[in-house]
């Protein structure tokens, strides 16, 4: 829990069932559960302050409020949608338990995020992302150590999280530093990816042993039972990551996939070469990438020329 948010004994429990049924019920990460935690520590907090102080007295207006005044602080539209999305798997959670008679969640409407690319990081943002995972696989627990080489492999290739959870050993050769990938359409193509990536894929060649069963095979990335990852694992991965990092509302495998091709383009790569790196069959779909460089050049420029 965090201790420098002290909730009333109403609030505190329900949300502690809720936390262990994650963590135990479901099979959620570590990072997964801190995530909802943070939002809904967030959530309850501001009932409090409404006068809340147990579960019953959190109403529709309240969690209103709460959504309303995060909008006002500049929360963007995804954000708010992952908030309220974890509030209704809280009252969900807490209707079926007897807890609640009434979800007062059921008309939280979830603000739709605008459509095109979604959020990027900045290179800071992806270093310090990184960063924190490879602090936490220090510890030497297999799956922090297999998290921090996932993300460094999404990063530093862009490939999608598919792709991915497809690798198997002899897909990844470290003396070139290359994936031999299957990506759509099951065209292969071959991806480099630098040091710090290669650093972490050996870290993990040597916790993968820790997760082994007989239902592993060749797969690159094992789950926690030992079978190859798969896909919602991979993202749930992302997400809390990404969530962990705190000061963006980028989410999911993808935005590392946009965040490598955006900076790939604003080092001066060429759109060709993304293009094939990224497996486009359209140069079209690469092209969307440099409307974000555009926007982050045109930021700088106003920001920094006198006559902007």
């Given amino acids: ?39 809904l520590v967030s959530m309850l907090s501001a009932a409090q302050q ?25 929360l963007s539209r995804a954000t ?17 338990e007897g807890l609640l008679e009434v979800d007062p969640a059921l008309r939280l409407a979830s603000p739709k995020r605008h459509g095109g690319l979604p959020e990027v990081l900045h290179a800071e943002q992806a270093r310090r992302l990184l960063s924190a995972l490879a602090s936490v696989a220090e510890g030497r627990d297999p799956v922090a150590v297999r998290d921090w080489a996932l993300l460094e492999l999404l990063y530093a290739t862009g490939i999608r999280v598919s792709e991915l959870v497809g690798l198997d050993l002899d897909d ?18 071959t991806v480099p990816f630098g040091v710090p990536a290669a650093n972490a894929v050996v870290r993990w060649s040597g916790a993968r042993g820790a997760l082994l069963t007989a239902a592993s095979g060749p797969a690159l990335f094992l789950g926690k039972r030992g079978g190859r990852l798969g896909q ?4 749930e991965t992302v997400d809390a990551a990404l969530r962990a990092l705190g000061d963006t509302a980028a989410s999911g495998p993808h935005a590392l996939r946009h965040t490598a091709a955006t ?9 060709r070469s993304v293009q094939e790196l990224l497996g486009h069959s359209s140069l079209a779909t690469t092209q969307l990438y440099t409307h974000v460089s555009v926007e982050r050049l045109r930021a700088s420029y106003v920001q920094a020329h006198p006559r902007a």
Wanted: aromatic residues 6%; glycine residues 12%; hydrophobic residues 35%.
């Fill in 1 to 39: 829990m965090h201790d420098h948010l002290p909730l009333a004994r109403g609030l505190r429990e329900p949300l502690e069932g809720f936390l262990r049924y994650l963590a135990l019920g479901r099979g959620r990460s570590e990072h997964t559960v801190r995530a909802y935690e943070g939002d």
């Fill in 50 to 74: 409404d006068g809340a102080r147990k579960l019953s007295d959190v109403g529709l207006a309240s969690l209103r409020r709460w959504l309303g005044r995060q909008s006002e602080e500049g």
């Fill in 80 to 96: 708010l949608a992952r908030r309220s999305a974890a509030v209704r798997s809280f009252t969900s959670w807490a209707v079926r």
């Fill in 172 to 189: 990844v050769d470290l003396s070139a530093r290359t994936l031999r990938v299957l990506g759509k359409g099951n065209k292969e193509r």
């Fill in 232 to 235: 919602r694992q991979a993202r």
């Fill in 263 to 271: 900076h790939l383009l604003d080092g001066g790569a060429d759109l």
